[in-house]
């Protein structure tokens, strides 16, 4: 099946540093996801990629969509505190809803404040 | 977006029983997820839950094991039957919001004993 690598597995930073990690893929997707989780909570979307070389931003947040449709990044800027938490990258394969998601392993962030 | 309310939060239970999982969704949606996590992993697709017909499992995932109930377009069960401590993880059901990505609900945490 679908496979996603994603890395780092974990980052530990201070505040105030930036943050990067990325996902790649031997198959295409035709979406990206990028989420992130807190400890007893369910994933959160934190921005969506639909389009190869799409450059999104949300807030401090900024993630592309490769133009081989095989990778993904997401930056985060001046990492704050509140940052800590589990990140998710997952690809979506179909065009129409309901299409199954494969989720990265994660990238656990460690801020210091 | 869609608010999924997951119940119960978490659970601590017996090995050789079951546990039966709900997910309620304030809007309509036609297909609702139910995806597994285990300690320190990422998420696993268990099935995809459509109203008025079977779930379709993926590989690995038997309906015996964890058969999965979807009688309106709001609302859906899983069961987690006969459990073993290799059953302890976070379940979590999710649904397709279009352009706004997958959201999940809160996950229930189970551990078997």
């Known amino acids: 099946g679908q496979q996603l690598n994603q890395s780092p597995q974990s980052m530990f930073i201070q505040e105030g540093e930036d943050v990067s990690m990325n996902c790649t893929s031997s198959?295409?997707?035709?979406?990206w996801l990028w989420y992130k989780q807190d400890p007893g909570e369910g994933p959160v979307l934190l921005i969506a990629?639909?389009?190869?070389?799409e450059l999104t931003s949300n807030g401090r947040l900024t993630a592309q969509f490769g133009i081989t449709r095989k990778d993904s990044f997401l930056n985060i800027s001046a990492s704050i505190p509140s940052d800590v938490g589990i990140y998710f990258c997952?690809?979506?394969?179909?065009?129409?809803?309901?299409?199954?998601?494969?989720f990265g392993e994660g990238t656990q962030l460690t801020v210091n404040p | 977006s869609a608010v999924i309310s997951q119940k119960p939060s978490r659970d601590i239970c017996q090995r050789g029983t079951s546990l039966t999982i709900q997910c309620q969704v304030d809007s309509q949606v036609t297909m609702m997820f139910w995806y597994r996590q285990q300690p320190g992993q990422s998420l696993t697709l268990i099935a995809t839950?459509?109203?008025?017909?079977?779930?379709?499992?993926e590989s690995g995932f038997v309906i015996d094991k964890f058969p999965i109930s979807r009688p309106n377009l709001t609302f859906s069960t899983l069961t987690v039957s006969n459990m073993s401590p290799e059953d302890s993880s976070i379940y979590l059901c999710?649904?397709?919001?279009?352009?706004?990505?997958?959201?999940f609900g809160s996950g229930t945490r189970l551990t078997v004993v």
């Open positions: 198959s295409i997707f035709n979406t």
């Open positions: 997952a690809g979506q394969s179909g065009e129409t809803s309901g299409s199954r998601l494969t």
């Open positions: 990629l639909y389009k190869a070389g």
């Open positions: 839950a459509n109203q008025g017909s079977e779930a379709t499992y």
């Open positions: 999710s649904v397709d919001q279009g352009w706004y990505g997958y959201t």
